[in-house]
């Protein structure tokens, strides 16, 4: 099986956009362009501001319980984020298809990228990948893009640190 790398790079950005908020629109666009994004207009404050809501929803459906309510929340932003497929070959990359109209600001292409890029990666590798660390101070959001589709900690930080608290617990 093929798996749509759109959906893996889109969520990972999500993750990482919503772990650490942009707190301006120039470092929202230095953020994205360092992801590989191609920015086809200027970055303004809206842009942030609708950038700030899309993660908000995505928040949402990563933080959703039931499989169901994970697939009607995407389902809403998919639905806000309507746009038709399109072949795109901008800044000379290659043919490749894009979820959306050219030109877009940037806060409306964050919001078709992170729908349609979570709709493919939890449809294509499983409903519940897309988490929050098993480490109950740590709230970072990460995708599973494991093999196994069993990742439970955002890093292996993480994963040290919850062995090392479960053998001292068994020892005590």
Sequence with gaps: MHLNPYGEDAVNLAAELANHRPRSAEELADRCRAAGLTLERPVVRD??????????????????????ERAALVNAMLAGAAAHPRLTDHADSGW??????????????????????????????????????????CVTIFADTSRTGRQRYCSQRCANRDAVRRHRARAA
Aim: with cysteine.
């Design 47 to 68: 842009d942030l501001l609708h950038a700030q809501a899309t993660l908000d929803a995505w928040e949402k459906v990563v933080d959703a319980t039931t499989e169901h």
């Design 96 to 137: 490749h298809l894009h979820y959306r109209e050219e030109r877009q600001p940037l806060g409306a292409l964050l919001s078709s990228l992170i729908a349609v890029g979570t709709a493919l990666h939890l449809a294509g590798r499983g409903m519940h990948r897309l988490r929050r660390c098993a480490v109950t101070e």
